[in-house]
């Protein structure tokens, strides 16, 4: 009898090893999940479900030049992807519609489990009818469903809003470095490659992260980082990041066309320093108010009347006047008439022989 209590213990032993053994050699497994838009709550326009053309499973990976089968990222992992959806510019998404796509994402999550990392690739300023803060509510329910082992890094667009808890939620986090994002692919990469050194090195979750709001909210057409004073205030960054001291550091600039507390300036850093951390975060906050007078628009601007009469005396072509206003492109419904209405009675611009292309009428039946 002896002799059995004796061998059970040793055999248990042996099963513990070499599970820790397997674990080690084993790629971690990391979900891939997210849904992104920026939506103006001051536009009529409304987004559905199809707005996000959503891609699930393994066409998730299309998304991502990086993660192509030489790239030497896909085979560092058991990637899982779960549903990824990215909508243009838009109004407001329905209250059905984000319920559909998180619960889809979630259920497929929950498929996926058990996972060592999630991969969670949002844009930061969707609005959505009846609650504020989605994508905060999203990395909630995804945290109560993978639980608090697992480590989440986030990629966002300068121009997301970042709350209290989606920063609390995620472990790592990470946005564009210029505007317009000509950098989105790479700092989508540096989401998930700082993600997999995590995990890969067994350093896991980051000891310190650094959260300071910026009371400043600027139009798109003023985040320029082509010109000063974004340029420079985004250009610090790499220099303020310190290995595992401080690994990543990121500025977002949010977004105005939503009226919601998050709507603010953010700064953020983490890393395994807390000084470090807490000082990367602070010079990076400290500049971005020091300069918040000195951001402008990256063309002139002015009345309509003065920028057609610009328009006719200029050689130039194309010349483009943009309503910044009614911008489809930062989620307006571009379906403002004034304009249009003043070119058909402006005299000038009739008898000038020049040709004008007005973009874009959004009524299929009023163009045919
Ligand atoms: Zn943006």
Redesign the pocket.
């Known amino acids: 009898m002896k002799k059995v209590l004796f061998v059970l213990p040793l055999l248990m032993m042996i099963i513990a090893l070499s599970c820790s053994n397997s674990n080690k050699s084993e790629k971690p497994r990391i979900a891939i999940a997210g849904i992104a838009i920026e939506s103006s709550t001051f536009s009529p326009a409304v987004s559905h479900e199809d707005a996000f053309r959503a891609r699930v499973g393994d066409e998730v990976f299309s998304y991502y030049p990086f993660m192509a089968p030489d790239s030497g990222i896909i085979n560092r992992a058991e990637w899982l992807p779960t549903l990824r959806g990215h909508a243009m510019p838009g109004g407001i998404v329905t209250f059905e519609a984000y319920e559909s796509l998180v619960t889809k994402t979630l259920d497929m999550l929950k498929e996926a489990m058990p996972l060592d990392g999630i991969f969670f690739d949002i844009h930061g300023a969707m609005s959505v009818q009846g609650l504020d803060d989605p994508e905060g509510d999203f990395i909630v329910r995804i945290r109560e469903l993978v639980g608090s082992d697992v480590l989440i890094s986030t990629s966002m667009?300068?121009?997301g809003s970042v709350s209290p808890r989606l920063a609390q939620h995620t472990d790592l986090i990470t946005c564009y470095r210029l505007?317009p994002?000509e950098d989105a692919i790479e700092s989508k990469k540096r989401a998930v490659t700082n993600l997999l050194e995590r995990l890969e090195s067994g350093k896991g979750k980051p000891a310190y992260k650094a959260w300071i709001p910026v009371p400043i909210l600027l139009p798109?057409e003023k985040t320029s980082t082509r010109i000063e004073p974004g340029k420079s205030l985004y250009a610090q960054i790499p220099d303020l990041l310190d290995g595992d001291r401080v690994i990543d550091a990121a500025i977002w600039m949010s977004y105005p066309w939503a009226d919601e507390p998050r709507n603010h300036g953010v700064v953020m850093a983490y890393g395994d320093d807390k000084e470090a951390v807490g000082k990367a975060a602070e010079q990076l906050a400290r500049r971005f108010w020091d300069v918040r007078r000195a951001f402008e628009f990256v063309a002139p601007t002015t009345y309509l009347e003065e920028a057609l009469e610009k328009a006719l005396a200029s050689d130039m072509k194309p010349f483009i006047i943009s309503d910044m206003g009614d911008n489809p492109t930062a989620g307006g419904a571009g379906d403002v008439t004034w304009t249009l209405h003043e070119l058909f009675k402006h005299s000038a611009l009739q008898k000038s022989g020049k040709t004008l292309i007005y973009a874009s009428i959004p009524g299929a039946e009023l163009v045919k």
């Open positions: 667009d300068l121009h505007a994002h798109g």
